[in-house]
């Protein structure tokens, strides 16, 4: 299919095979974004949320199936070269950046994630000031705060800061994993409301998984839900605005035929 | 006494290259990397065959350092590739240099006394400069042999010092930091880790390797025996650097470093001149430093806190009794 920046192709993924923990993490899963999608993901804990992230991004290369990023196959591509073509950011504020070096050093790093890495200077005149209007898209004052080390920054600060330093240099595919999901509500509300503005200003094709419904279905303009290593429920653009948290809590019951499991946090 | 002091600077510059390997390995990559007792005889053993093998010392001395680097990468190889765990990698190459050292040499010690060395070549340059004869003139009754090697040699230090400052700056140098920062971070940013770890590696030990290979032309001799226990002479430099000079930027660490490296030096001579104690007693007094460097600035910082909160709870208690005494003021005026 043309016009497809990222297509998952019946996708099996097992843990543990011929054991007593044997548990298909993702099974004959398929997946397509075109260009500019923003698609969240909803499912409980174990549904395989985390295992389709981890597919995608190659920390995990599936049984069976095939993955491709902007028409090329990229299955059996490593971590890192994968990398060129994805932004990440995690769940914990302190994965998606370095801790001891500065805010500027670390925006070197990122900058440098579709280039050939050599004996430029990191932090060169002319890329700072590039950085420094990169970071004011934050208005979190940032941009006065290049020299300061990463590690002193608060755990709101360091997740807008890994956001735009896993969007700046515009990946084909951008991954959010729970990114907002360890913070207080409203650093949270900062990191959503940020998420939006940078994914609409770069146009990025996106693929977020959230425990948060009401976040779910604010963000984006498709939603899947998962359950048990499934895709249960594709909701398109328009069937996406009429769904409330209440609809999408009936119709996983419908289709499950069980109540969803007392799990607080999609509840919220 | 002074000559005593004056020749522990001479070392210690040269040691001072070794401990900045260890710092690239144990603080850059966080990789507290064991080939460094192997590493540094390797490139003494290969400098002095060389040397003896009548081929120019400093070409001796590069080759030194490119063993080293090759020493560096198989351990990175065992970690990255082999998965096995840093410490161990590590002490696997330390134990396998052992007898690729012995196998170098072709046996345990190699006399340099009587061959064209680096030291030789660079005394009798420094001597043609004629800045020895000018130093006495203005210091007489202090005469040590040449201050030739321990200019060159400090100059030498603080070249590769600029050297990594420079290189931990660049493009590559950073994605090297971020590794032994967060691994999970420079990967999503596409960098290979393992190829930055094994570079990272290859140079900590090119620089012991060089180091082995100066001191061992500094002495006048090579001897498989040399490295045992080079790490926590590493190890020592490095946190007694940092805890004596701070460890701030890159730059003001590699600084501490290569002061901690020479004062190092001078301890160890200093503890020697105790009556009691004999050189036997070299490694214990080094594992005593070590630990003093690391405790010693915890207990300040304790104490510190301490007088820092003793100094608040004045205060507080000092503003407390204030407010009740307006209290008390104001309401006597009400009645």
Redesign the interface.
């Given at each position: 299919m043309v016009n497809s920046l990222l297509q998952l192709k019946q996708i099996h993924k097992v843990f543990n095979e011929g054991t007593a923990d044997e548990k298909a993490a993702l099974k004959n899963l398929n997946l397509h974004l075109a260009p500019g999608d923003f698609m969240t993901v909803i499912g409980s804990n174990g549904a395989g949320k985390s295992t389709l992230m981890n597919v995608i991004?190659g920390k995990m290369i599936p049984d069976v199936g095939e993955v491709r990023i902007a028409e090329s196959d990229v299955t059996f591509w490593?971590?890192?070269?994968?990398?060129?073509l994805?932004?990440?950011v995690?769940q914990d504020p302190?994965?998606?950046?370095?801790?001891?070096?500065t805010i500027e050093?670390?925006l070197?790093?990122?900058y440098?994630?579709?280039?050939r890495?050599?004996?430029?200077?990191?932090?060169a005149k002319n890329r700072r000031s590039f950085f420094q209007e990169k970071l004011e898209m934050l208005h979190l004052g940032l941009e006065n705060r290049l020299q300061a080390k990463v590690g002193l920054l608060s755990g709101g600060e360091r997740q807008a800061l890994s956001l735009l330093?896993?969007t700046f240099t515009e990946p084909k595919i951008l991954l959010l994993d729970e990114h907002t999901a360890a913070l207080d509500p409203s650093r949270a509300e900062l990191i959503t409301e940020l998420t939006k503005t940078i994914v609409a200003n770069f146009g990025l094709t996106t693929l977020m998984v959230t425990h948060n419904m009401q976040q779910a279905l604010d963000l984006g303009n498709k939603l899947i839900m998962m359950d048990k290593g499934q895709i249960i429920m594709e909701a398109t653009e328009e069937q996406k605005q009429g769904l409330t948290v209440t609809s999408l809590l009936e119709e996983f019951q419908r289709i499950r035929g069980e109540q969803l499991t007392n799990d607080q946090a999609i509840l919220i | 006494m002074p000559i005593a002091i004056f020749n522990s600077i001479e070392a210690g510059a040269i040691y001072a290259l070794m401990a900045l390997g260890v710092y690239l390995s144990f603080r850059i990559l966080d990789f507290p990397d064991l080939t460094v007792d192997g590493s540094f005889v390797t490139g003494a053993a290969v400098a002095a065959v060389l040397i003896v093998g009548g081929v120019n010392p400093f070409i001796a001395t590069a080759a030194a350092m490119l063993s080293g680097f090759l020493a560096g990468c198989l351990t990175g190889l065992l970690h990255t590739k082999g998965k096995i765990n840093p410490l161990l990698s590590g002490i696997l190459m330390m134990i396998a240099l052992y007898s690729i050292n012995l196998r170098i040499m072709g046996k345990s010690n190699i006399p340099l006394l009587s061959e064209e060395t680096m030291m030789t070549k660079l005394t009798s340059f420094w001597k043609s400069l004629g800045i020895d004869e000018f130093l006495e003139s203005m210091m007489p009754g202090f005469i040590p042999k040449t201050w030739g090697i321990i200019v060159l040699m400090l100059l030498l230090a603080f070249l590769f010092k600029f050297l990594i400052d420079w290189f931990l700056k660049t493009d590559i140098g950073l994605a090297i930091r971020a590794a032994g920062d967060n691994e999970t971070m420079i990967r999503s940013f596409s960098a290979n880790t393992d190829l930055l770890k094994v570079l990272g590696l290859g140079l900590s030990n090119a620089l012991v390797a060089l180091s082995g290979g100066l001191i061992a032309q500094y002495n006048g001799f090579s001897d498989v025996g040399m490295g045992i226990g080079m790490i926590v002479i590493g190890l020592a430099s490095v946190i007694i650097g940092e805890a004596v000079f701070g460890a701030k930027t890159i730059m003001r660490a590699t600084l501490a470093i290569i002061g901690g490296a020479i004062l190092y030096r001078i301890i160890v001579t200093l503890a020697l001149r105790v009556e009691f104690l004999d050189t036997g007693d070299m490694k214990l007094i080094t594992a005593l430093i070590v630990i003093g460097a690391l405790v010693i600035p915890k207990l300040i910082e304790n104490q510190r806190e301490r007088q820092r909160r003793k100094r608040r709870m004045a205060e507080v208690s000092r503003n407390m009794m204030e407010k009740s005494g307006e209290q008390l003021a104001a309401a006597k005026t009400d009645s």
């Open positions: 991004s490593k971590e890192h070269k994968r990398s060129e994805i932004g990440r995690f302190m994965a998606g950046t370095a801790p001891s070096m050093e670390n070197a790093i990122a440098t994630r579709t280039r890495r050599g004996l430029k200077m990191g932090v330093m896993a | -």
